[in-house]
Each structure stands twice: as structure tokens, then as C-alpha cells.
């Protein structure tokens, strides 16, 4: 095999490489919020959720060639807020089990991409 | 990790015909609550028409609170995915879906059904076999602040008249069974609340039995005593003047 051939294909992989797309960025939306008094709201920088009290939202990551990448989400304390997916697709709901805080990793193909604060404050007592 | 995967969607409320059936019970279309999500309702009811006459078995309609202390239990139809898809025999269950509350804060799991332990709001959530959440619902559990007495003798009527006292006969050994279910700003409170039913002069009149939350007063002597229901941290308390 000639050195000329071995250059070529490497030059091929690499521009193969250099093409398959690559994380571009994640949209958030927020689904459903409590019913007041209870928090609940999700931001790319905050999710506050009460105690007890669930809120939802819609993420969903894009790579470059505007194409949904596999999404995950988790808990680093699940024992503060939980994090489940919902039946419908891209939906995900925030559990507020204890008062505390913790953070959210949002991961797309498997990598981190983005971090939510998660703050979990008690219920306003009822009058 | 949660991992985002499609899911078929569950569609159609099954009809409240169809879940009577399915219960034996006779519902009506205003018996559920829709779920937050939309993917379905929620149906409560109470194991004994006792302190949950109103919403005894599967309840005409979804309480606005249920009392601290008390029991209950809420279950989940799904909508299906083919319009009005109507599954006689098929639970939420069969499907693997499962309600419960999503922390024990306010309300937990106990040996009779749901436990109403502290007063805030609660959400109930319906999940998949996959842990995935379905639906869920909010109920706000609320402190008592009377309880209203009834009689338990007339089981014709739906909505029985309150008693504020008790007039019995010795001589013909009358025996009458009352009933109390918990109020918070004279509307009512849902839920299985356990009450304690006492005589303040067992001389006088006597709690027989108290079996399924109906408390069977009877007469003994000429003289007055004090009915007295406790539950949900509250006592009421109902004047009894047994003649001869």
C-alpha cells in the first residue's frame, strides 16, 4: 500500500470526522407549574420546585444539523428533587421530595451539556 | 438517568360508563378529575360511608380537601389511544400504571389505602410500569375545624340532618347510631377520618359499639351526659338527655 494511498484515506476519516454533527443547542420550555401558592418554575439556570409539588417541562437538545439528539436528564440528589420522564415525549417532571439543593445535568448523546440549579423550598403554610 | 424515548400516547378518557362497570359502581360524567398532564382522570373514594358519606366509594365528584388524619384512596383511568376506547375488564392497573403520592410528607401509603398525614397540598401521580409519570393530581389536605354529627339510623337518605342533641328514652331502651364526617369553613372535608365516640356518664347513656365509624348511643337512665366525636385533632360535642 502506497504512503500516497495510507495520506488519502486519513485525509478522508478526517474530514468524515470532521462532518458528523455536533452538539449545537438545548431548547426548554416549561410545561406544567403547580397551582399557587406552591413554587414552581424551570429556567436554563433554576428549577424551584415545593415540596411535594411537581412542575414539568419540555428539553430537548438540537446538534448542528438541527436534528433532536438523545436526551437525559439526572439528578445529582435524587433524595432532593427527582427527575422523571413523562409519557409524552421530550417531557420531564420535577419531583420536590425534600428542601434542599442540588443540581440537574442535562446530557445529550450521552454528554453533559447543560447544569440547572435545583432548589427545593417547604410549602407556604395554608392559612 | 432519565432517557428520552417515544412512548405511545395514551389516549381517550375511558367513559364513566364504563368504568361503573367496570367498579359496579354508578358514576357520573363530573365524577372525575382531569390530570394536570391530560392523560387522563382521577377518581376518589373512601372505603366506608361513614366520615366520607359524601364521597363513599367512587365519589360523585373530586373533593375540593380532604381532612388530616384521615384514609382514602384515588385511582387513575388513562385515556386510550383509539378515540373512545372503552375496556370493560382493563384497569390502570392491568396497564401497570400505579398511584401513589410522589413524597410521604403530606400523604402516605398505610395499610388502609392512602394516609392524609399533614396539612399542604399533595400530589398524587399515576406512573407507568417504566416509572415514567402519566398524570397527576394536587389535593389540598386541611385541618378540621368541626365535626358534623348525623344520624346513622336513616341509610334512605343521602344527606341526613345534622344532630346538635340527643333526646333518648330509658324505659324504652332507645338506641340510636350517629355518624360525623369533618368540616374546615362549614364546607366539607373528604377522607375515611377514624373517630372516637365517648359518653361522658356511662350511668346515663352508653357508646355500644362504635363499628365502621357508627357510634351506637344507648339509653340507661333518666339524666344528661355529653356525646363526645373526636377526630382530626377535633371534638364535638353533642348534649344527650335520656328521659325514664
Known sequence: ?127 | MISLTTRTPLLALVTLAAAALATGCSLNDSGYKPGELGNGGFYFSCDDAVACSRYSNDASKFPEAVSVGSTFAVRFVPKTNSGLDIHFNESAVDRGITVGPISEVYVSRGAKGLAAVKTGYATLASRDATGALVDYVVVRIAKPDALVVYSADDTTTSTPAHVDSISLSASAGDRHSYRAFAQQNKSDLAGSLQIEWTSSDAAVATVESTTDGKATVVAKSAGTATLMATGGTFTQSIPITVSQ
Open chain 1, 1 to 127: 500500500m502506497s504512503a500516497r494511498y495510507l495520506a488519502v484515506v486519513a485525509a478522508t476519516a478526517a474530514l468524515l470526522a470532521g462532518c458528523a454533527p455536533d452538539y449545537d443547542h438545548t431548547e426548554l420550555s416549561i410545561g406544567k407549574a403547580p397551582p399557587k401558592p406552591l413554587a414552581g418554575s424551570v429556567s436554563y439556570a433554576r428549577v424551584h420546585v415545593s415540596v411535594g409539588a411537581v412542575v414539568t417541562a419540555r428539553i430537548v437538545s438540537y446538534d448542528d444539523d438541527h436534528k433532536e439528539m438523545a436526551a437525559g436528564l439526572r439528578s445529582k440528589d435524587p433524595d432532593i428533587v427527582e427527575v422523571t420522564g413523562v409519557v409524552n415525549p421530550g417531557d420531564y417532571a420535577f419531583l420536590g421530595l425534600r428542601p434542599g439543593q442540588t443540581e440537574i445535568e442535562v446530557l445529550a448523546d450521552g454528554h453533559l451539556v447543560l447544569i440547572l440549579t435545583a432548589v427545593v423550598t417547604e410549602q407556604p403554610p395554608l392559612p
